[in-house]
């Protein structure tokens, strides 16, 4: 019998000038023909129409490049609307030079993989190298049509707002049903898992089973997380998800240790909430929060790291030459060295009627699973680092109107500049200084606000349904209360500021003083903003996670 031939999946580009998109095509099969069928399109709907045979054969597309300027349709809306065609596809736009910031602005319209700028000569450096990337990870996706978890729910429930949460910051897709909605499908569900609607919220997973207000590491199971280590002795534990620990368990990992990142709700952390980061080497287009910790979680599972997520670690000591996480189900993971990076939370707001609208109405970090309710409606922020702003700059997509309140006089005093610049572009953004937040109302969600000014002490009540707070940064070490070295505030003392009139911390016992990053317990380092005066910024923490894992094989040389 012959096994029928699978045709090979499709690269598509569409440039209205005939003589660039033949160009654009010669290059492309020179490459890629061996394992892809490029197509050439001269228009934009032309290009659609060829989409709709691919899909109709039943075959795939691994990548779309559009030139930004065509008649008719331009390259930003042919590529949305070859999103319902083919979700999955890499998007690239071709640009002029001078086309560079609309191809910066289209990032956040269809989630642009990349921008090229023609011409591209020699493609064998500026043109295959980023598409060998983006056909890579399309290659390395299971495209496969999955069933959606879908999560039923109350819309001002905190528990249910955490499982959207949850699930979002994952990567799992999923969809929504509120109560409320009147949508007979939620009803449908609700008595299909035997329930009355009275114990919220239930989680219907992609096979079909029913989870009545599961707990995280219920659901992170469920939905196919990883939430049990494979051994219970490794070279490197890494407590932590978010930037630090994620570079740390990928330069671990490169470096032949065994590693396992213990994350305690999803990888990430708080920059993985960011919409967008703009000033991070090598991105000059900037790119996601969700972006970069998913490409950084790929690149660690590459290197054979293990990811347990929904992981509460609640203890650490030493063993002898060991040093022996527990985490919260009594579970224990030891290894050679640790490095700690579970980063810093924000602070709650202290003002009275707030406590109990926590996740109906009133939230700490972007929370951008929100996004989209607020359409139409103000949304009030609190902060003014970098943080707040990319906030802002998020749900002004969505709202009404975005406030941001800050209790300072300037946004320039701790927010990037290039930030501040872009708030002011924005119309729908208003920036209120010297004003802090000093009480909220509502019943079964916020209300209203009480705004105060902080010169005048003038108080103002506006109403409000929506506030996000980004002020300060508190580190969660209680945990670590009596095994390492922590300052007035709960940061971690490492290296040089374990050291006071030359000599090391009480019970040190190597010979040697204490590494740079490393704590008042040997072999144990911290890495990121939870250390004790580091440099609140993403690449600042990168680089400490990976200067801690040279230090690790450094203690490990001469222990």
């Not at 990548?63 to 890499?90: C, H, T, V």
């Not at 190298?129 to 001002?156: F, I, S, T």
Request: hydrophobic residues 40%; charged residues 25%.
């Amino acid at each position: 019998m012959t096994t029928p031939q699978v045709a090979r999946p499709s690269i598509l580009t569409v440039d209205d000038d005939p003589n660039v998109s033949r160009a654009v095509a010669r290059d492309l099969r020179r490459r890629y023909a061996g394992e892809y069928r490029v197509v050439r399109a001269e228009s934009g709907a032309q290009a659609l129409e060829a989409l709709r045979e691919i899909k109709l054969r039943g075959e795939e597309v691994a990548a779309l490049l559009a030139d930004y300027r065509m008649p008719g349709m331009s390259g930003i809306e042919f590529l949305e609307a070859a999103m319902d065609l083919f979700p999955a596809a890499r998007r690239v736009l071709l640009t002029a030079y001078a086309d560079t910031d609309a191809a910066i602005r289209a990032i956040n319209v269809v989630d642009l993989d990349h921008y090229l700028l023609k011409p591209w000569d020699p493609p064998e450096e500026k043109l295959y190298p980023v598409l060998d990337d983006l056909l890579g990870a399309w290659a390395a996706d299971d495209r496969r049509e999955v069933r959606q978890v879908r999560v039923v729910g109350h819309r001002w429930s905190p528990r249910s707002y955490e499982v959207r949460d949850f699930l979002a910051r994952n990567s799992v897709p999923f969809r929504w049903h509120a109560v409320d909605d009147g949508d007979p499908e939620t009803s449908r569900l609700l008595a299909a898992a035997g329930e009355d609607g009275a114990r919220l919220p239930v989680v219907v997973t992609a096979a079909g089973r029913a989870l009545v207000e599961p707990g995280d590491a219920e659901l992170a199971t469920e939905v196919g997380l990883s939430t049990r280590p494979s051994t219970d002795f490794y070279d490197l534990i890494v407590i932590g998800g978010g930037p630090a620990g994620l570079g740390a368990a990928v330069y671990g990992g490169s470096e032949g240790l065994r590693t396992v990142l213990v994350e305690r709700r999803a990888t990430g952390g708080q920059a993985g909430t960011s919409s967008r980061i703009e000033n991070y080497l090598g991105f000059p287009d900037g790119v996601s929060g969700e972006q970069l910790t998913e490409r950084a979680r790929r690149q660690a599972l590459k290197f054979d790291v293990e990811v347990l997520t929904a992981c509460d670690v609640v203890s650490l000591e030493a063993r002898g030459a060991a040093r022996v996480v527990r985490l919260d189900d009594g579970t224990e993971l030891a290894a050679h060295t640790v490095i700690l990076a579970t980063g810093v939370s924000y602070r709650v707001l202290d003002a009275p009627g707030l406590g109990g609208l926590t996740g109906r109405g009133v939230y700490y970090g972007a929370a951008t699973t929100e996004g989209p309710h607020c359409a139409g409606q103000d949304v009030y922020l609190v902060g003014g680092a970098n943080s707040a702003g990319q906030a802002a700059l998020y749900f002004a997509a969505h709202a009404r109107r975005v406030v941001l309140v800050v209790r300072g006089d300037s946004l320039a005093r701790s927010m990037s500049h290039y930030l501040v610049e872009q708030l002011a572009r924005v119309p729908a953004i208003e920036v209120r200084t010297c004003t802090e937040v000093v009480g909220g109302e509502g019943g079964d969600h916020l209300e209203s606000l009480t705004l105060r000014h902080t010169g005048t002490g003038e108080t103002t009540t506006v109403p409000a349904s929506w506030l996000f707070a980004f002020i300060g940064a508190a580190p969660r070490t209680d945990w670590l209360d009596g095994t390492v070295a922590r300052d007035e505030r709960g940061f971690v003392l490492a290296g040089p500021d374990l050291v006071v009139d030359g000599r090391p911390p009480a019970g040190w016992e190597p010979t040697r003083p204490p590494y740079h990053l490393e704590t008042s317990l040997p072999g144990v380092f911290v890495a990121g903003d939870v250390r004790a005066e580091s440099v609140k910024r993403v690449a600042s923490a990168v680089g400490d996670g990976a200067m801690a894992v040279s230090l690790v094989h450094r203690y490990l040389e001469r222990s």
